[in-house]
């Protein structure tokens, strides 16, 4: 039986996400599937973690049972001391997925006004909400450009504007640079830790990249084949203000190296 948050918890000071020997299996005709086993892990105020594991790890589960998009069938999770459903109701968090998602038949300003829309905004906030996040995934004047005419680095910049647009505190980012190139995503990766500098965010982010999640992280959870069970957690000691050129360093190669090996670990589990 899964616990739940009550209300009193809401107002008792913790970290941002916890969860506590989390469990999801789901029901398939085939028989069930394990997706997340015994997951323990807390995220604090304005932390960078990355989530980090071969493909169905259950890291994007993970991530969605974050975001209230699946229920665990085990253990607790709160999202800012809250249950996954109460934090989705009071729009604690925005959500980037590895496609962009734009409709094609709206203007990008269109589509980053769409969640103002329907949370019921008045036009001219929507118009000041549009106006900053524009400036601040630094596409200003492309507002009345229509998504087919973007670069697929400039639509997923318009996807995350999107989903800064109504100022949650946490933002969940599902591998949204994992189909773009390596320069593209090099200049990226540098623009996301710009805003995150300037937000006081907190993010998830689910990457099969071992530089780019060292490069980004405060916080690396490794995660190991399904059934998802946290192999190591690696608490990175690099400056927050960093350039490409960390990566060359030995102190960023020995987080690397660690990585790997908690992945390596994580292979020798048995079900």
């Known amino acids: 039986m899964v616990q739940t948050a009550t209300a009193l918890d809401a107002a008792t000071p ?38 980090i594991g071969p493909s169905g790890c259950g890291k994007t589960t993970l991530l969605r049972v974050i975001a ?30 590895q496609a962009a998602g734009l409709y094609p038949w709206r203007t990008i300003e269109k589509n980053i006004k769409l969640p103002l829309e329907i949370m019921g905004f008045d036009r001219a906030e929507q118009d000041r909400r549009v106006r900053d996040v524009l400036a601040l995934v630094d596409l200003e004047g492309f507002g009345k450009k229509f998504p087919w005419q973007l670069s697929g680095g400039m639509q997923q ?24 190139d390596e320069i593209v ?34 916080k690396i959870v490794v995660m190991s084949p399904r059934p998802g069970r946290i192999t190591d ?24 190296h660690r990585v790997r090996e908690g992945l390596r670990a994580g292979h020798a589990y048995e079900d």
């Open 68 to 97: 209230a998009l699946e229920h665990p069938t085990g253990g607790t999770i709160t999202v800012n001391g809250m249950t996954p459903d109460a934090a989705r109701m009071q729009r604690a968090y925005g959500y980037v997925f």
């Open 14 to 51: 913790g970290p941002v996400i916890a969860a506590r020997n989390l469990d999801l299996t789901f029901a398939t005709n085939d028989g069930p599937v394990h997706a997340l086993r015994d997951v323990n892990l807390t995220i604090d105020k304005g932390e960078f973690v990355s989530f």
């Open 233 to 256: 957690i690696i608490e990175s000691d690099l400056p927050r203000a960093r350039a490409l050129d960390i990566r060359d360093t030995p102190e960023f190669l020995a987080i690397a």
């Open 185 to 218: 995503r090099d200049h990226l990766n540098e623009q996301l830790l710009t805003l995150w500098a300037r937000t006081g965010k907190t993010i998830g982010f689910v990457t099969h990249s071992i530089p780019e999640a060292v490069y980004l992280s405060t």
């Open 157 to 180: 910049r318009a996807s995350i504007a999107r989903a800064l647009a109504f100022d949650a505190d946490i933002l969940l980012m599902d591998e949204p640079f994992g189909a773009l």
